[in-house]
């Protein structure tokens, strides 16, 4: 078990997790089992990733800053990254738009099923609906505001503020630039040697990765809705994993062509930072491990890797930018509306947004669905549709969230390289 490599020892946690799970769930006292003995583990597994976050953003990202020593290579590395993160996310929409229309999931799901999935999921969607209503009022430039932190004590005290602490690692890097080395010299290393000991924590957490899976999946199964429901909804579940399974293999391929890498290095190497994604729904509690993975496994410098995974765990979201698309017009299907080529295109502009607007936490995809939903005149009730899936899809979503950050700094790095 000891030479056994990650990948298979969290994959033997997940396999043991689902099992007893299910054998868990045929006793009366299973759930509560589960909920007072088992899911306490994953809980503290998924706290420990969070809580090396914003440490290694900020300390990597200083560092990666730091060791430009040429401030036009990263103007150049900002620009390549936020293009390539834009077209692979509408790239992303557009399969979904397409595999939607072509299958068309919606058509299957009868008045009855609608009514009763609705009824049943109503005050769990009005819940979302709240938290993304609060988020729509604000001005065109919000977004941008929120970037920058008027205290940065305040920005690192709060996970979701992460673009805020790379906002300021960026700048606190630029500074030690253009200052004289000599003068930067003692806080260069000093930052050097706080990255290498995050490392390390990062290296301890991970050896109890199989143990948190575990327990994340066991919870999972004692917790899911009752399949009747999930049924009705198979259809739907499969035309968005058939989507992102074909944004997986267009990665692949992207990275084939771009880097000349094999899709066997490729997926061996992201595949552990795939396997937390899938068991934590989260790419921020992830990002720790993808950081890991594509600097250590896919070969991509840190200072390429520290620049691009943070800022794509936070802004470059290609799965659940797909499934905004599918997920939208899958409830425009159930309604009987149909969708001009005008409010498709809408959706592809409102999805790109939406998902870039998405914190990289579990059902945040389903929050900002909500705006997806009332640009293209789709009743919002029918968020309450997909909710009894939700999890599950979030899983698969938050898989080809990471993959993508990986494929793009795979790109970035090779053009780098170049110049
Ligand atoms: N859970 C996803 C993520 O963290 C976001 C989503 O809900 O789609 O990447």
Known sequence: MKNLALHWKILIGMAFGVVFGLIMSNFDFGKDFISDWI????????????????????????????????????????????????????????????????????????????????????????????????TKNSGPLQALIDVVPSNIVYAASNNKNMLQVIFFAILFGISMILIPPNKSRPIK???????????????????????????????????????????????????????????????????????GK???????????????????????????????????????????????????????????????????VFIAQTFGLDLSLGAQLGIILTATLASIGAAAVPSAGIIVLVIVLSQAGIPEAGLALIFAVDRPLDMCRTVVNITGDATVSMLVDKLIKKK
């Open 189 to 259: 290393e000093f930052f050097d040697s706080l990255n290498e000991v995050i490392l390390k924590i990062i290296d301890l957490i991970m050896s109890f990765a199989p143990y948190g899976v575990f327990a994340l999946l066991a919870t999972l199964i004692v917790e899911a809705p009752k399949w009747d429901l999930l049924k009705s909804l198979l259809l739907y579940s499969m035309t968005l994993i058939l989507g992102l399974s074909v944004l997986i293999i267009l990665y692949v391929l992207i990275v084939k062509v771009f880097t």
């Open 39 to 134: 899911k306490p583990f994953g809980t503290i597994f998924i706290n420990s990733l969070k809580l090396i976050a914003i440490p290694l953003i900020l300390a990597s990202l200083v560092k990666g800053i730091s060791d430009l020593k040429d401030i036009s290579k990263l103007s150049q590395m900002g620009g390549a990254t936020i293009v390539t993160y834009m077209i692979t996310t509408v790239i992303a929409v557009s399969i979904g738009l397409i595999v939607v229309n072509v299958i068309k999931p919606g058509d299957s799901i009868s008045e009855e099923t609608r009514i009763e999935l609705i009824s049943a999921y109503e005050s769990d969607a009005d819940q979302k609906r709240e938290v993304a209503a609060s």
């Open 262 to 328: 094999d899709p066997n290095y490729f997926l061996k190497g992201i595949l552990p930072a795939q396997l937390v994604a899938f068991s934590t729904s989260s790419s921020a509690a992830t990002l720790p491990v993808t950081m890991d993975r594509v600097h250590n496994h896919l070969g991509v410098k840190e200072e390429v890797s520290s620049f691009v995974l943070p800022i794509g765990a936070t802004i470059n979201m290609d799965g659940t930018a797909l499934y905004q698309a599918i997920a939208a």
